[in-house]
């Protein structure tokens, strides 16, 4: 069974699009997080969810929403999609937002915004 | 502001040679340091982790040396494989509630046979 499941894998559209990525982890962990990296491999934090109350919400546009409809889901919605947005976005969980956690990461969703 | 940092992007040794991939942080105040590798097409995986207050740690042909005098972190692979071909990546956090893991930029190992 798969800890931190997304989808999509792969995802292309246009520019001016909305999507949705979703992120499901079955570890019952408390906390959820989404990072984005980009074509140089630099891993950035954008937002954090603990039991589903956001707490981490990094300098990101917001054209990005995540929701979270309970603990085990975290989800990131994207508005009227540009170039730049392209990147591969990875879930991540950890069984509390105490800090020092190990975080268990999804496969990624890499997206291509045309 | 404050970020985690590797000396070097690649990094290319022989089978059975081992390697040392380093990182240099700049916030004295992170509590603790995880190393993950990251395949490709794949998301980074926990190699080891190290609390602040010791300065070496030892997993199977991994080790993890922490110096906070200079704030330098590396990552000692033993008798490197093919299969340790990947990018990785140190991170750092404070242990407080509501923070979050902060990356290094990475260090592609490349193992050739």
């Known amino acids: 069974d798969t800890a931190v499941s997304q989808t999509p894998k792969y995802l292309v559209t246009q520019m001016g699009n909305d999507k949705s990525i979703k992120c499901e982890q079955n570890?019952?962990?408390?906390?959820m997080y989404w990072y984005k990296q980009d074509s140089k491999k630099f891993l950035k934090i954008m937002f954090s969810?603990?039991?589903?109350?956001?707490?981490i919400n990094e300098t990101v546009p917001n054209r990005f929403s995540p929701k979270s409809p309970d603990k085990a889901h975290l989800n990131l919605h994207i508005n009227s999609l540009e170039l730049g947005d392209s990147a591969v976005y990875f879930c991540a969980s950890t069984p509390s937002d105490s800090g020092a956690n190990v975080l268990t990461f999804g496969a990624g969703s890499r997206l291509t915004v045309l | 502001g404050e970020s985690v940092g590797l000396h070097l992007p690649t990094l290319s040794v022989q089978e059975g040679d081992n390697s040392i991939i380093n990182c240099a942080y700049s916030?004295?105040?992170?509590?603790?340091f995880i190393w993950y590798k990251q395949e490709s097409g794949k998301g980074p995986q926990f190699i080891i982790d190290?609390?602040?207050?010791?300065d070496k740690r030892q997993g199977q042909r991994v080790t993890v040396l922490l110096n906070k005098t200079v704030k330098h972190l590396s990552l000692q692979i033993a008798a490197t494989q093919p299969g340790d071909s990947a990018v990785y990546f140190c991170a750092e956090i404070t242990n407080q509630a509501g923070t979050a893991l902060i990356f290094g930029k990475g260090t592609t190992l490349s193992v050739s046979s």
């Open positions: 969810y603990n039991n589903k109350e956001l707490i």
């Open positions: 190290i609390r602040s207050n010791m």
């Open positions: 570890l019952g962990h408390d906390t």
């Open positions: 916030n004295s105040a992170s509590d603790y």
